[in-house]
């Protein structure tokens, strides 16, 4: 893992979110690329011409912001880039080879019952970039246990588990698969191909109506430092997937790393 990528936003999480992501990438030597997005405004129907001003406050907030956190050797890029938020980071992240990409939970929602807010919901739900979602307040520790949960293991993209592996072999990692069997189950779902039948140590089965519920009714057993899923347009987090915002009673883990992977077909 070569290049992280973290979006600031204004939440109260923010410094403590970048502090992680400081950690992270030292851990892996990669470089750090500290971002803003922000965008044009209209009034009366004119364009307002404050791209100058607003790229130049993004950045001088960015640099402050960098300031405040031990950045221990590790290399950051400081970028502002103006356009809608998913198609400039998906751009963002060819151009700069990221490897993945690290969110807040909820970025700059106020609502307690909120678990993503609508902006880090929509990164997680309309763009294709690995994504780790790290717990408010969280520290930075080695992630010695991981659960990837899986309604099918079927494998068609080339390096969709590069991330997964890059944890396992920086933290030599012990990796529990759940298999998932959901209603919508076909023949040959649970067939593990050789690669990530290489990287499980415990495979275990679960009958559940989701992929979702079959992790509330294991995860805690496992009490993995990592959960592993999978992005799919009706995946994981189907149950609320025309929402951006997912909330707390529908998924919460103030104390679990979630790991997203883009899809595996």
């Not at 204004?10 to 030597?29: C, P, T």
């Not at 690669?195 to 992929?211: C, D, F, Q």
Request: with cysteine; net charge positive; hydrophobic share 40%.
């Amino acid at each position: 893992m070569k290049n992280i990528l973290v979006p600031v936003g204004s939440s109260k999480n923010a410094e403590s979110h970048l502090q992680y992501a400081v950690d992270f990438a030292r851990a892996f030597g990669a470089k750090l690329y500290v971002v803003q997005i922000f965008n044009v405004y209209t009034k009366a129907g004119t364009m307002i011409k404050v791209d100058n001003i607003l790229e130049r406050e993004s950045l001088a907030f960015l640099k402050s912001h960098v300031e405040k956190v031990d950045i221990k050797g590790v290399e950051v890029i400081v970028k502002t880039f103006k356009g809608k938020l998913v198609e400039t980071l998906e751009l963002v992240c060819q151009t700069a080879d990221i490897d993945l990409i690290l969110i807040e939970p909820r970025t700059n929602s106020v609502k307690e019952e909120v678990y993503l807010g609508k902006t880090s919901g929509k990164i997680i739900k309309q763009t294709s970039i690995p994504a780790l979602i790290v717990p408010e307040g969280f520290t930075f520790k080695p992630m010695k246990t991981i659960l990837i949960a899986l309604k099918s293991a079927i494998i068609r993209k080339d390096d969709v588990l590069k991330p997964l592996i890059s944890i396992k072999n920086q933290f030599n990692s012990k990796i529990d698969l759940l298999l998932v069997q959901t209603p919508f189950y076909n023949e040959g779902d649970f067939d593990v191909n050789e690669e990530l039948a290489g990287l499980i140590s415990h495979t275990s089965h679960s009958e559940n109506t989701t992929t979702f519920q079959g992790v509330l009714d294991n995860y805690k057993e496992i009490n993995p430092d990592l959960l592993c899923v999978v992005r799919r347009k009706r995946g994981f987090f189907t149950k609320i997937w025309e929402n951006n915002t997912i909330l707390k009673k529908d998924f919460n883990s103030s104390t679990l790393p979630v790991l997203v992977l883009s899809g595996l077909k």
